[in-house]
């Protein structure tokens, strides 16, 4: 456990002293970054490529909000616009949202938080980095050749017979880049239940490690069904065998069924280790144990397993039964107590706590803010008689971005900072990032909350062109998307200009509990020196003594 | 509403005023939680910040807690739950005295048949006070009715009818959006509900009104030759149509469907699928054969066959206008 005097004398040292060989400066050529096995800087190689991914999407994102600046089509053609949505879509979900935090933080951090030297197939671990780089490759190609038009939904018969666009290459991009996720669970569950330190029981894991092991249950059991529905279409499209298109005998709503019996799970892919982000966040800037440590841990395993069960509340509307309906919407509520749970548990942890206003911190503030309110309106979602107005308009538009994108960018953005010394060796500029911070905050409100009032008022989701009635609400929508790029954009030039600028960080800047702040920041290729032994529980800052209110950070 | 910044949408069928209830109900509920959690965080954020010399409690949980918080929620949400299941239950059960009215959807236009014979293209006319039951079916993609001022929507497939259902309360133009992408112009896929009084809307309908639907059925049924097996008088080779609708009807492998809309339209596009019990599969699919407008009104008149005509209420003997103006009559 390093004590005060301790973590400066480290800092002081690494400063003067020729750095320790770790796992940035451990080989410098291009072949010891593609060839590593090291999750350290597989993590790394997914960040760059992620983050690649986010600015596309986030381009695609900006011209759609130009083009609804006003009510008549008049930035681009129809078809260039549901392109544009339809990529926007795709390139965020399977390119971005899934694979962030699992495959960079989680990528990162597990091995690190469990006392391990590595995954348990660090091959493997390669191996899913450049399945996703082959699809995201793929994905490029077609979009250079002229995109792919059937919303990310991929719904048919649309995607089989309507459209005349690359579908099918769309569609292997999903499918490659969905074993690409299929391996990184693979790993993470056997290293998760094979590879703990000493002592390191279940019960005292780090909840980040909870939600990172339900995630990796869904993404093995939930992307084969998606993988296969994708082969399906593809089928379908080249060898009209009649599997969804009515005309040739198939069922389109199998293909709904299909989709979403894992793209409801996938939403919870893509927040699940988000929540547990949040939850080291909290502990650590509030010098707090977590309140009710084992119902957080269990209600992420509860949504892994029931939201396999909810996912035709996507389909109210679609022709399904009533009863069939009725059941749906009864299990969906269900997802909704283990959220809420989770929520309370933060929110109790702040009572009789110490806290420190540190920019993590102000991103896990901003992640309950922003989630409590994503999961409020999908109760309004679930209730079946305000699904049927509200369903395929701007309110599901605003309710399923406040959940993926707040939600999920939150908390990324708030482990990004809250592990960037340990990642970089550095510190990233205090002042910036708060500022990073709140415009993310501020811009994420303003673009998407006029967005659920859109909805209500009746504005379809997927619109070119709008009745004029609808434009002050779009306007607003898009000046506050404005503000969000902003907010985005500033961590990475800071975390860039932190590389070569940044204080030196020390092996535990905030005093953090967590065998990860047990290691040298960077940390050695191998993680530990000797594999530590744990007797202690997760969050036990009482055992650990207060980083002093001038904390060694670079305002 | 305000045009300029409307905040709500236009109110104007029997059900908007009980989704807008309900969804009242939900603000209240959702932003007294939303403000029960940002008031608790932001009061326990400032009053527990870092003080020199004060050092955090550390509380393991409270299991009473945690089901408090997690029973209340629960029958909160068993509420929601109800009262949209009710509702729904409402909006999925069209009551048996509707004027039915069919809909076909297809890139980028909503055709629209009305059961006196009357055809429009993006508007659909219907008096006020009257409940309307729409029989939808799509020519090629997926498609949505949706009218934000009556709070309902419901996905058209291609292949199979689906149905909604509603009463309008206040005349007007309203606006019809399709509100599952479907492709180029799906955007521009759009157009009027034109609510009218009764009055004006006899008069409307008076104007254009052509043969009704079921007897462009009946004149298919017998130009394409139904009429040679499906017999009324004595037992032909295909089942006795008469009063089947809605009835139920027993199968060769033993179960027993009701014959509803789509059950009629599948035994005409694909006969083998459901054989009734005593009969042998020797009819031929018409799949290809009739359009959807001609699978409308042969359903329309298999319809009628049982029950009395469905038209609007006040205009069942309205005189058809002269036969040379029904459409599609002809067997391609």
């Known amino acids: 456990m390093a004590s005060k005097a301790a973590s400066t004398e480290n800092t002081a040292m690494s400063a003067n002293q020729a750095p320790k060989l770790n796992y940035l400066n451990n080989g410098h050529s291009l072949k010891s970054w593609l060839l590593t096995t090291d999750h350290k800087r597989i993590a790394m190689l997914y960040l760059i490529s992620v983050t690649t991914f986010f600015f596309i999407g986030g381009f695609f994102a900006m011209l759609i909000r130009l083009e609804l600046l006003t009510p008549q089509g008049d930035l681009m053609q129809a078809d260039t616009y549901n392109k544009v949505f339809t990529m926007h879509g795709m390139t965020m ?74 579908v099918i290459e769309a569609g292997l991009a999903v499918f490659i880049a969905g074993f690409s996720s299929i391996f990184t669970g693979l790993n993470f569950i056997v290293t998760i239940h094979r590879m703990r330190a000493p002592g390191l029981t279940w019960d005292r894991l780090p909840l980040f490690i909870w939600a990172n092991y339900a995630t990796s249950l869904i993404m093995i059991l939930g992307t084969p069904v998606v993988a296969i529905t994708i082969v ?50 909290i502990t650590c800037f509030s010098r707090k144990r977590i309140f009710g440590y084992k119902f957080i841990a269990l209600s992420s395993i509860a949504i892994a397993v029931i939201g396999f069960l909810v996912w035709a509340h996507h389909m109210f509307v679609a022709g399904i039964s009533l009863y069939a309906a009725m059941i749906f919407s009864f299990l969906t509520f269900f997802v909704g107590v283990p959220s809420a749970v989770k929520v309370f548990n933060w929110t109790a942890t702040l009572y009789k706590s110490s806290i420190t206003y540190a920019t993590p911190m102000l991103y896990a503030f901003g992640f ?21 107005h509200v369903t395929d308009t701007y309110f599901v538009v605003a309710h399923f971005h406040y959940v993926m994108v707040g939600g999920v960018l939150m908390g990324f953005l708030g482990g990004m900072h809250f592990w960037w010394p340990k990642i970089s060796g550095r510190m990233y500029p205090e002042g910036w990032a708060r500022l990073s911070a709140l415009l993310v905050f501020v811009g994420f409100n303003l673009t998407f909350f006029p967005q659920f009032i859109l909805g209500y008022v009746g504005m379809p989701r ?10 002050v609400l779009n306007v607003l929508s898009t000046a506050g998307a404005s503000v969000l790029a902003v907010g985005y954009l500033l961590p990475m030039i800071y975390f860039l200009w932190s590389l070569k600028y940044g204080p030196i960080a020390s092996d535990n800047p905030w ?32 055992e650990i003594p207060d980083v002093p209110l001038e904390a060694p950070v670079a305002r | 509403m305000s045009k300029f910044l409307p905040l709500w949408p236009d109110s104007a069928s029997t059900m908007s005023g ?96 009305h059961m006196e014979g009357q055809r429009e293209i993006n508007e659909l006319h219907v008096p006020v006070g009257q409940n309307v039951k729409l029989i939808m079916t799509s020519q090629d993609v997926i498609h949505s009715f949706f009218v934000p001022a009556f709070r309902i929507k419901q996905d058209v497939l291609p292949g199979r009818y689906t149905t909604l259902w509603f009463k309008a309360t206040v005349p007007g133009r309203y606006h019809l959006f399709c509100a599952e992408y479907c492709g180029t112009m799906h955007s521009g896929m759009g157009g009027d509900i034109v609510v009218m009084e009764p009055q004006e809307y006899a008069q409307w309908m008076a104007v254009g009104a052509t043969a009704p639907l079921q007897d462009t059925g009946k004149e298919l049924f017998a130009s394409l030759g139904c009429a040679t097996c499906h017999r009324f008088d004595v037992q032909g080779r295909g089942p006795n149509l008469a009063g089947i609708y809605n009835k139920p009807v027993l199968l060769e492998d033993g179960r027993t469907v009701t014959a509803d809309e789509n059950y009629v339209r599948e035994s005409i596009l694909n006969p083998t699928a459901k054989i009734v019990n005593g009969f042998k599969p020797i009819m031929p699919t018409f799949q290809g054969i009739v359009s959807d407008e001609q699978l409308n009104a042969l359903v329309a008149y298999v319809k009628s066959l049982s029950q009395p005509p469905t038209g609007t209420a006040g205009l069942q003997n309205q005189p058809a206008v002269s036969p040379g103006q029904t459409q599609n009559v002809q067997v391609q």
């Open chain 1, 93 to 166: 979900v399977f390119f971005f949202l899934i694979p962030v935090v699992p495959a960079v933080l989680g990528n990162f951090l597990v091995p690190l938080m469990i006392g391990a030297k590595d995954l348990a197939f660090p091959r493997i671990n390669l191996l899913s980095w450049y399945l996703y780089i082959i699809a995201g490759t793929l994905f490029l190609h077609c979009m250079l050749i002229g995109g792919v038009d059937t919303g990310w939904t991929f719904y048919t018969p649309y995607s089989t017979v309507g459209s005349n666009t690359n």
């Open chain 1, 232 to 281: 399906l279409v593809a089928v379908e499209r080249l060898f009209h065998l009649g599997i969804f298109d009515p005309a040739l005998g198939g069922d389109p709503l199998l293909f709904q069924h299909l989709f979403w019996f894992y793209s409801h799970p996938a939403v919870y892919i893509m927040i699940l280790p988000s929540m547990g982000v949040v939850s080291e966040l």
């Open chain 1, 368 to 388: 309950i803010g922003l989630f409590t309110i994503g999961g409020l309106t999908g109760l309004f979602l679930a209730t079946l008689g305000i699904d049927v």
């Open chain 1, 462 to 471: 997927r619109y070119w062109q709008y009745p004029p009635e609808f434009q």
């Open chain 1, 511 to 542: 005093n953090a509990a967590g065998l990860e702040w047990k290691t040298t920041s960077p940390p050695p290729t191998f993680n530990f020196d000797e594999t530590p032994v744990v007797t202690w529980e997760a969050y036990n800052y009482d």
């Open chain 2, 18 to 113: 009980q989704v807008d209830a309900l969804y009242i109900y939900l603000l209240l509920v959702a932003g007294v939680m939303t403000a029960l959690i940002f008031v608790a965080v932001t009061v326990l954020a400032i009053k527990y910040r870092r003080v020199p010399g004060r050092e955090a409690t550390q509380i393991e949980g409270s299991t009473i807690l945690e089901i408090t918080w997690s029973i209340i929620p629960f029958f909160v949400m068993l509420t929601f739950f109800i009262w949209g299941a009710v509702l729904y239950f409402q909006e999925r059960t069209p009551p048996a005295n509707a004027t039915e009215v069919y809909v076909v959807a297809k890139q980028w236009m909503w055709k629209i048949e």
